[in-house]
């Protein structure tokens, strides 16, 4: 009988399943807290990608300035190019004051005249600038007003572009001189407070609008 009961009860013992129980808490004991850690850090992330955006969104707007500086500048010229395409006029020649002697045609308001550097030389704080002017006609032109803008060299940057039309320096010079016909006539301009580095690069427009011609021969 003792066999039987023993059989009987461990039989029974296999066929019930093993519940597993959960760890008990002591009194006055809490579940632990979830970490912060990870929040900490997500949020340390999130500041460094809205800073990084800040930044980026303060450089677009200083190119935006620049672009747009850029363009309010070189609007009127595109314009005046685009007319002066049309009637096939030069108003303005640039010359490189490293490189005297080479001449170019520039329309005057009377005519086409030709424009070339001289001696080019520091003068007190700025230069001393020697610009000729040839006149292909037998007319002599009274006066000239000489418009000229002068720049650092420009290299060919296009990023660099707004900040080289910064640094752009423009004058005009009035002359009662006389452009005698068929010859080379000198005029002597003065670019003050300008230092070496800030001189590589010359436009010069020209505008004469009163003439003067020999009376006719008499018959």
């Not at 640039?94 to 030389?121: I, N, R, T, W």
């Not at 007319?139 to 000229?148: A, L």
Request: aromatic fraction near 8%; hydrophobic fraction near 40%; proline fraction near 6%.
């Amino acid at each position: 009988m003792k066999i039987v009961a023993a059989a009987l009860f461990l039989s029974v013992q296999l066929a019930v399943p093993c519940v597993a129980q959960a760890p008990k808490t002591t009194p006055g004991q809490t579940a632990a807290t979830p970490s912060v850690n990870s929040q900490l850090s997500e949020t340390r992330e999130l500041r460094k990608e809205v800073e990084q955006l800040r930044g980026e969104v303060e450089a677009l707007k200083k190119a935006a300035k620049d672009t747009k500086t850029s363009l309010d500048w070189i609007a009127p010229d595109v314009l005046q190019n685009l007319n002066d395409i049309g009637t096939l006029k030069h108003t303005s020649v640039e010359l490189d004051p490293a490189a005297p002697d080479k001449y170019a045609g520039v329309e005057s308001g009377a005519g086409l005249l030709l424009v070339s550097l001289g001696k080019v030389e520091p003068y007190l704080d700025g230069y001393r600038v020697e610009l000729k002017i040839a006149n292909p006609y037998l007319m002599t032109f009274k006066g000239v007003d000489v418009s000229v803008t002068w720049a650092p060299r420009w290299k060919v940057n296009i990023d660099q572009f707004a900040e080289w039309i910064k640094k752009n320096r423009s004058q005009k010079f009035s002359f009662t001189d006389e452009l005698v016909p068929g010859r080379w006539n000198s005029l002597s301009l003065i670019l003050p407070s300008t230092k070496p580095d800030e001189f590589g690069y010359l436009s010069v427009s020209l505008d004469t609008n009163t003439i003067s011609m020999r009376a006719s021969l008499s018959k």
